[in-house]
């Protein structure tokens, strides 16, 4: 939780530096939010580990590979070249991460006897 | 086109739950309430109002309609697919959206198409979603 609320400190910074013209601050908050995504990328990958050690080791791949471009994209001082990396190469590892983790905690709820609904999704389809 | 407008875009605020005389609950759509739709806000320049009054939709998953420029990232980066475009139901990711003509009637109302919370009681408070926007259209907040 101290991640999610990190993240929500440097967002209202982000909002700040935009509604005052502050490019560069709002550049400097990007990478730092991207930096505590990472950070809290390397966090569920420790929490899948407690369940399946072969798929923790495919997202530490994915995350250690992230670790290592991120030093070098931080450095350019372009937000669109920043945003299509976040696109292409952070979201899919993202987006696999808290998949993995969200799997693991229901099914630790369910083998704990909560109810689970995982077909909630589907009847909630629009088309 | 998918991640511009001709004005300048204000992040969502991140306190609009708070402030109920500016940000009234003006109706229900797909499943979640919309906020303020009607009304032209400030644009991004803090001076112009905005030329589209969309409104906020969702409440713990909310998409400023007026700031959100159909870049897409939020609709590929969400784990439990909880977005998908609102002149394009059904479709979700980047590429996706419905492709605008300027100067049409949709144009005239929305600019860009836009990413609709339907799913918002699936969230998990990943906030994948609002670090990733370029614009700051989403603020995730956990009741």
Redesign the interface.
């Known amino acids: 939780m101290d991640v ?1 609320h990190k ?2 400190s440097i ?2 910074d ?2 700040t530096a ?2 005052t013209g502050r490019a560069d601050r709002v550049m400097e908050a990007r990478v730092r ?2 930096q ?2 990472l950070e ?1 990328c390397g966090l569920l990958v420790e929490y899948v580990r407690k369940f399946s050690e072969p798929i923790a080791r495919d997202m530490e791949i994915k995350h250690s590979r992230l670790l290592r471009e991120f030093e070098h994209i931080r450095e350019v001082d372009s ?1 669109n070249a920043f ?1 299509e990396w ?2 292409s190469n ?2 899919p590892v ?3 991460s ?2 993995a983790a ?1 799997l693991a905690a229901t099914v630790l709820k369910k083998s704990q006897g909560e109810k689970i609904d995982f077909h ?2 589907a009847k ?4 | 086109m998918a991640g511009q407008v001709d004005y300048k875009t204000r992040p969502i605020d991140p306190d609009f739950l708070q402030k109920p005389d500016e940000y009234p609950i003006t109706r229900e759509h797909n499943g979640h309430k919309v906020r303020s739709e009607g009304k032209h806000r400030i644009s991004g320049d803090g001076v112009t109002p905005n030329p589209i009054a969309n409104g906020i939709h969702g409440t713990e998953v909310a998409v400023d309609w007026d700031t959100c420029v159909a870049d897409g990232v939020c609709l590929d980066v969400c784990p439990v697919v909880l977005f998908e475009w609102a002149l394009n139901p059904g479709q979700m990711g980047t590429g996706k959206d419905k492709p605008i003509q300027q100067g049409s009637e949709e144009w005239t109302r929305y600019r860009t198409d836009k990413s609709d919370p339907v799913r918002e009681p699936d969230c998990i408070f990943c906030m994948a979603c609002e670090t990733s926007c370029p614009v700051q259209a989403i603020k995730i907040t956990q009741s």
């Open positions: 999610k993240l929500s967002s209202r982000r909002r935009a509604l939010l991207t505590k995504t809290n937000p945003h976040i696109r952070v979201v993202v987006r696999q808290e998949q969200s909630r999704w909630r389809q629009t088309r």
